[in-house]
Protein backbone atom coordinates (compact mmCIF):
# COMPACT_ATOMS: atom_id res chain seq x y z
CA UNK A 1 0.00 0.00 0.00
CA UNK A 2 3.09 1.93 -0.04
CA UNK A 3 3.85 2.21 -3.82
CA UNK A 4 3.66 4.89 -6.13
CA UNK A 5 3.56 3.53 -9.86
CA UNK A 6 5.27 6.12 -12.26
CA UNK A 7 4.92 6.07 -16.03
CA UNK A 8 6.27 6.22 -18.88
CA UNK A 9 9.67 5.31 -17.66
CA UNK A 10 11.61 7.07 -20.46
CA UNK A 11 10.04 10.43 -22.89
CA UNK A 12 11.30 11.91 -25.66
CA UNK A 13 9.43 14.90 -26.66
CA UNK A 14 10.88 17.61 -28.98
CA UNK A 15 11.57 21.13 -28.15
CA UNK A 16 8.29 23.39 -27.35
CA UNK A 17 6.37 20.09 -27.39
CA UNK A 18 4.49 19.20 -23.99
CA UNK A 19 5.79 16.48 -21.79
CA UNK A 20 2.81 14.68 -19.57
CA UNK A 21 4.23 12.16 -16.36
CA UNK A 22 1.96 10.28 -14.74
CA UNK A 23 1.61 8.29 -11.28
CA UNK A 24 -0.66 6.42 -9.55
CA UNK A 25 -0.90 5.74 -5.45
CA UNK A 26 -2.33 3.45 -3.16
CA UNK A 27 -2.23 4.66 0.41
CA UNK A 28 -5.30 6.78 1.23
CA UNK A 29 -3.06 8.19 3.91
CA UNK A 30 -0.64 10.31 1.66
CA UNK A 31 -1.98 13.86 1.67
CA UNK A 32 1.39 15.50 0.05
CA UNK A 33 2.06 15.27 -3.66
CA UNK A 34 5.62 16.80 -5.01
CA UNK A 35 7.79 15.85 -7.99
CA UNK A 36 11.35 16.32 -7.97
CA UNK A 37 13.65 16.83 -10.83
CA UNK A 38 17.61 14.89 -10.85
CA UNK A 39 20.52 15.84 -12.78
CA UNK A 40 22.86 13.39 -13.62
CA UNK A 41 25.39 13.41 -10.34
CA UNK A 42 22.97 15.79 -8.59
CA UNK A 43 20.72 15.14 -5.13
CA UNK A 44 16.74 15.50 -6.53
CA UNK A 45 15.68 18.99 -6.37
CA UNK A 46 11.83 20.39 -5.43
CA UNK A 47 10.05 21.23 -8.55
CA UNK A 48 6.54 21.55 -8.21
CA UNK A 49 4.09 20.04 -4.95
CA UNK A 50 0.61 19.97 -4.43
CA UNK A 51 -2.34 19.25 -1.89
CA UNK A 52 -5.24 17.37 -2.39
CA UNK A 53 -7.38 19.87 -2.03
CA UNK A 54 -6.66 21.10 -4.83
CA UNK A 55 -7.29 19.55 -8.14
CA UNK A 56 -4.69 21.75 -10.24
CA UNK A 57 -1.43 23.63 -9.43
CA UNK A 58 0.32 25.98 -12.00
CA UNK A 59 4.20 27.37 -11.54
CA UNK A 60 5.37 28.43 -14.38
CA UNK A 61 5.47 25.84 -17.51
CA UNK A 62 4.72 23.22 -14.99
CA UNK A 63 1.84 21.65 -13.94
CA UNK A 64 0.05 19.36 -11.70
CA UNK A 65 -3.10 17.64 -12.30
CA UNK A 66 -4.44 15.73 -9.32
CA UNK A 67 -7.37 13.30 -9.16
CA UNK A 68 -8.33 12.05 -5.85
CA UNK A 69 -10.85 10.16 -6.43
CA UNK A 70 -8.65 7.96 -9.07
CA UNK A 71 -5.96 8.76 -6.47
CA UNK A 72 -3.88 9.78 -10.16
CA UNK A 73 -1.35 12.60 -10.54
CA UNK A 74 0.59 14.03 -13.31
CA UNK A 75 2.63 16.35 -14.30
CA UNK A 76 2.83 18.46 -17.41
CA UNK A 77 5.57 20.88 -18.61
CA UNK A 78 4.79 22.83 -21.40
CA UNK A 79 7.30 24.44 -24.16
CA UNK A 80 9.69 21.67 -22.91
CA UNK A 81 12.87 22.94 -23.46
CA UNK A 82 16.32 21.29 -23.56
CA UNK A 83 17.42 22.42 -19.97
CA UNK A 84 14.39 20.16 -18.97
CA UNK A 85 15.82 16.95 -20.14
CA UNK A 86 16.79 15.08 -16.56
CA UNK A 87 15.08 12.28 -14.66
CA UNK A 88 11.70 13.49 -13.19
CA UNK A 89 10.01 11.54 -10.18
CA UNK A 90 6.84 11.90 -8.46
CA UNK A 91 6.34 10.82 -4.60
CA UNK A 92 3.97 10.82 -1.82
CA UNK A 93 3.90 11.52 1.77
CA UNK A 94 2.15 12.10 4.69
CA UNK A 95 2.14 15.65 6.57
CA UNK A 96 2.34 14.25 9.96
CA UNK A 97 4.22 11.61 11.79
CA UNK A 98 6.32 9.36 9.17
CA UNK A 99 6.79 12.03 6.44
CA UNK A 100 9.48 10.24 4.30
CA UNK A 101 8.63 10.05 1.19
CA UNK A 102 7.86 7.55 -1.31
CA UNK A 103 8.98 7.78 -4.74
CA UNK A 104 7.70 6.65 -8.14
CA UNK A 105 10.89 5.05 -10.31
CA UNK A 106 11.84 7.70 -11.92
CA UNK A 107 11.09 9.07 -15.91
CA UNK A 108 13.99 10.16 -17.96
CA UNK A 109 12.99 12.82 -19.92
CA UNK A 110 14.90 13.77 -23.07
CA UNK A 111 14.09 17.24 -24.94
CA UNK A 112 15.58 17.30 -28.38
CA UNK A 113 15.97 20.97 -30.06
CA UNK B 1 21.76 29.56 2.52
CA UNK B 2 24.11 26.08 2.58
CA UNK B 3 22.61 23.43 0.95
CA UNK B 4 22.52 19.54 2.52
CA UNK B 5 26.18 18.87 2.49
CA UNK B 6 27.64 15.05 2.06
CA UNK B 7 30.96 13.44 2.11
CA UNK B 8 32.34 11.45 0.80
CA UNK B 9 31.18 12.16 -2.57
CA UNK B 10 32.43 8.72 -3.81
CA UNK B 11 33.72 5.43 -2.25
CA UNK B 12 34.89 1.94 -3.57
CA UNK B 13 35.12 -0.66 -1.13
CA UNK B 14 35.22 -4.00 -1.72
CA UNK B 15 32.65 -6.43 0.25
CA UNK B 16 32.73 -7.37 3.74
CA UNK B 17 34.25 -4.06 4.49
CA UNK B 18 32.96 -1.33 6.40
CA UNK B 19 31.80 2.43 5.29
CA UNK B 20 31.16 5.61 6.70
CA UNK B 21 28.86 8.15 5.18
CA UNK B 22 28.44 11.52 6.97
CA UNK B 23 25.86 14.34 6.14
CA UNK B 24 25.46 18.04 7.52
CA UNK B 25 21.82 19.54 6.99
CA UNK B 26 20.47 23.06 6.10
CA UNK B 27 20.72 24.95 9.53
CA UNK B 28 17.47 25.05 11.20
CA UNK B 29 16.23 22.01 9.62
CA UNK B 30 15.01 19.55 12.30
CA UNK B 31 14.14 16.47 10.67
CA UNK B 32 16.87 14.51 8.29
CA UNK B 33 16.55 11.31 6.14
CA UNK B 34 19.18 8.92 4.90
CA UNK B 35 17.80 7.60 1.00
CA UNK B 36 19.05 5.15 -0.65
CA UNK B 37 18.99 4.96 -4.49
CA UNK B 38 19.77 2.24 -6.44
CA UNK B 39 20.83 2.40 -10.42
CA UNK B 40 17.65 3.36 -12.67
CA UNK B 41 15.08 3.66 -9.25
CA UNK B 42 13.46 6.20 -6.73
CA UNK B 43 15.28 6.65 -3.71
CA UNK B 44 14.07 4.64 -0.80
CA UNK B 45 14.08 5.82 2.80
CA UNK B 46 16.64 4.40 4.83
CA UNK B 47 16.11 6.17 8.43
CA UNK B 48 14.15 9.46 9.31
CA UNK B 49 15.28 11.14 12.51
CA UNK B 50 13.47 14.10 13.96
CA UNK B 51 16.31 16.27 16.26
CA UNK B 52 18.49 13.28 17.28
CA UNK B 53 15.26 10.60 18.06
CA UNK B 54 14.86 8.32 15.53
CA UNK B 55 11.39 8.47 13.55
CA UNK B 56 11.22 5.38 11.45
CA UNK B 57 13.65 3.07 11.14
CA UNK B 58 11.25 0.62 9.46
CA UNK B 59 13.23 -0.42 6.05
CA UNK B 60 16.78 -0.35 7.48
CA UNK B 61 18.65 -3.63 7.58
CA UNK B 62 19.65 -3.41 10.88
CA UNK B 63 21.66 -6.11 10.63
CA UNK B 64 24.46 -4.45 8.66
CA UNK B 65 23.11 -0.42 8.38
CA UNK B 66 23.62 1.91 11.34
CA UNK B 67 22.36 5.61 11.77
CA UNK B 68 23.42 8.03 14.77
CA UNK B 69 22.24 12.04 14.83
CA UNK B 70 24.10 13.06 17.68
CA UNK B 71 23.18 16.69 19.20
CA UNK B 72 20.22 16.83 16.70
CA UNK B 73 22.54 18.21 13.31
CA UNK B 74 25.22 15.92 11.15
CA UNK B 75 24.43 12.23 11.10
CA UNK B 76 26.37 9.60 9.80
CA UNK B 77 25.27 6.46 8.30
CA UNK B 78 27.21 2.98 8.23
CA UNK B 79 27.24 -0.02 6.86
CA UNK B 80 29.28 -2.94 8.00
CA UNK B 81 29.83 -5.56 6.37
CA UNK B 82 29.12 -3.84 2.98
CA UNK B 83 27.73 -6.74 0.38
CA UNK B 84 27.44 -6.18 -3.79
CA UNK B 85 23.68 -5.58 -3.29
CA UNK B 86 24.70 -1.77 -1.08
CA UNK B 87 25.95 -0.52 -4.68
CA UNK B 88 23.90 2.31 -5.13
CA UNK B 89 23.49 6.48 -4.39
CA UNK B 90 23.17 7.49 -0.55
CA UNK B 91 21.26 10.64 -0.16
CA UNK B 92 20.38 12.37 2.80
CA UNK B 93 17.82 14.82 2.96
CA UNK B 94 16.46 17.53 5.39
CA UNK B 95 13.45 19.34 6.16
CA UNK B 96 11.68 22.03 8.11
CA UNK B 97 7.51 21.65 8.30
CA UNK B 98 5.44 24.61 6.51
CA UNK B 99 2.27 24.92 6.95
CA UNK B 100 1.16 23.54 3.35
CA UNK B 101 3.74 20.05 2.82
CA UNK B 102 6.92 19.37 3.61
CA UNK B 103 9.56 20.19 1.37
CA UNK B 104 12.72 18.07 1.54
CA UNK B 105 16.33 19.21 0.34
CA UNK B 106 18.90 16.58 -0.79
CA UNK B 107 22.82 16.48 -0.66
CA UNK B 108 24.61 15.55 -3.79
CA UNK B 109 24.38 12.18 -2.63
CA UNK B 110 27.44 9.77 -1.96
CA UNK B 111 28.23 6.70 -4.65
CA UNK B 112 29.12 3.78 -3.02
CA UNK B 113 30.43 1.47 -5.24
CA UNK B 114 30.98 -1.81 -3.53
CA UNK B 115 33.52 -4.58 -5.75
Known amino acids: QQQVKQSPQSLIVQKGGISIINCAYENTAFDYFPWYQQFPGKGPALLIAIRPDVSEKKEGRFTISFNKSAKQFSLHIMDSQPGDSATYFC????????????FGSGTRLQVQP | EAGVAQSPRYKIIEKRQSVAFWCNPISGHATLYWYQQILGQGPKLLIQ????????DSQLPKDRFSAERLKGVDSTLKIQPAKLEDSAVYLC?????????????FGPGTRLLVL
Open chain 2, 93 to 105: ASSKKTGGGETQY
Open chain 1, 91 to 102: AASRSTGRRALT
Open chain 2, 49 to 56: FQNNGVVD
